[in-house]
């Protein structure tokens, strides 16, 4: 059985951030490099890096923000992504985001505490990418 | 007479005041649960696809990973204890303590403490044992991203062999009215124990097709490299929140059980209360009576 549009649920641990039945193809920042999901794509398991997920659907694009995962793209064209975490670019907040990441860039400056240097730089390049994000979709 | 009348009138408005507190955090503990226990059915979701992908990877392909195999070193383990910042929750933070002391004398290895909450330095204190890093900082509205360098710590440990095994000790939430101690293998992974944690219920397990006809990019081992660790992340930050919830629930108790008693309380200091009243009331009339016969 064939079908022509995705299923597409992108799940973090505390919801489900997104879940569509009539998605055309999906663009996905993958450690190795970005590939583009098409309906009936061969079962793939991979894991995602920090970056940007773009849902094409009837001519619009859908942009997210992604902090890492892994993607399960299953047969009949169901697509999931278990996601750290991931939002909308429509649903962010240029202000509260740039706020996060001078409070991001002020905590490499800071001494090491608990914290270790490795979450440090990560949370850096989280922020970056939703501000980065953010601005080019707004 | 005058006196005593005062002194009672203090002790009842004292009281009521506590009552007020206590009914206050009674309904404040009921949100935070509420708001504990919303998260955890959020993310159940996430927990049956990770669950579901580590035992696709691991279970059918036979493929391995150092977090799921045993460490040589045979001499240490790391317990992981959470439990509250603050107190006047019951036997909540007691329960953790007597677990912490049974576990440890059940244990034939040494004992070392990560401990979460204030109460739970306490605990790991007052059982003796040597802690290695302290977290105070978290609560319910703490994200997956907190638990991150808590995971990290305890994944380098592990690798680097200093550990045979890290657990967790936390408090199991059943449901509103039940939660009790409980002690789960974080490493080296079982499957079936995340299963059982973050999927108590049979039903919600998805049953899917196998994976074997998967491709895994960019290998099986690297996919696993990032399930383990996400997993990991996330049990820490599932059996933080089920503790949370029965925190707040063990304190919607303590001070569901403390408002009435207050009551109680103030039933009785009125009635001692009019009693004074009374007894200064009748005094003064017998001095005015015994006054006006001895004028005539």
């Known amino acids: ?138 | 007479m005058a006196v005593q009348t005062k002194v009672i009138k203090q002790k009842i408005a004292s009281v009521k005041n506590i009552k007020k507190i206590t009914k206050t955090m009674e309904m404040v503990s009921v949100s935070k649960m509420k708001k504990a226990t919303g998260i955890v059915t959020g993310g159940k979701a996430y927990s049956t696809f990770a669950v579901e992908l580590l035992s696709n990877i691991a279970g059918e392909r036979h493929i391995s990973h150092p977090l799921m195999e045993e460490n040589t070193n045979k001499e240490k383990e790391l317990v992981i204890v959470i439990s509250s910042n603050k107190g006047l929750c019951g036997s909540y933070n007691v329960n953790i303590s007597k677990a912490l002391s049974k576990y440890k004398e059940a244990s034939d290895m040494e004992v070392e403490c990560l401990t979460i909450g204030k109460q739970s330095e306490k605990s790991a204190k007052r059982n003796k044992l040597p802690i290695i890093a302290s977290f105070i900082n978290l609560n319910e509205q703490s994200r997956v991203a907190d638990f991150l360098s808590i995971r990290d710590i305890v994944v380098e440990k592990f690798r680097n062999n200093e550990y045979a095994k890290i657990s967790v000790l936390y408090t199991e939430f059943i449901n509103s009215a039940s939660f009790k101690p409980n002690i789960l293998k974080l490493i080296p992974v079982q499957e079936d124990i995340y299963k059982n944690v973050l999927l108590p219920q049979e039903d919600e397990r998805r049953k899917s097709d196998s994976l074997a006809m998967y491709v895994l990019e960019p290998s099986a081992g690297e996919v696993l490299g990032t399930v383990l660790p996400g997993l990991i992340a996330h049990i820490l930050y599932h059996t933080f929140l089920e503790s949370a919830a029965s925190e707040h629930s063990a304190r919607m108790f303590a001070m569901k059980n403390a408002g009435d008693n207050a009551s109680g309380l103030l039933d009785d200091l009125i009635l001692y209360f009019n009693q004074a009243r009374q007894a200064a009331i009748t005094q003064e009339i017998s001095e005015i009576v015994g006054g006006v016969e001895a004028m005539n």
């Open chain 1, 1 to 138: 059985m064939s079908n022509s549009k995705i299923k597409l649920n992108i799940i973090t641990p505390t919801k489900t951030a997104f879940s569509d039945e009539g998605i055309d193809n999906v663009v996905i920042p993958t450690t190795s490099g970005e590939i583009t999901v098409l309906p009936n794509h061969i079962p793939l398991v991979s894991s995602i890096k920090v970056g940007e997920i773009r849902i094409h659907k009837d001519g619009q694009i859908i942009p997210l923000a992604i902090s890492g995962g892994l993607l399960e793209v299953r047969k009949d064209s169901e697509l999931v992504i278990l996601a750290e975490s991931s939002e909308l670019a429509r649903e962010m907040n240029v202000e509260q985001i740039q706020a996060a990441y001078d409070r991001a860039v002020e905590a490499m400056n800071e001494p090491l505490d608990t914290q270790g240097d490795m979450s440090r730089e990560r949370s850096l390049e989280i922020e970056l990418n939703r501000l980065n994000i953010a601005k080019k979709w707004r």
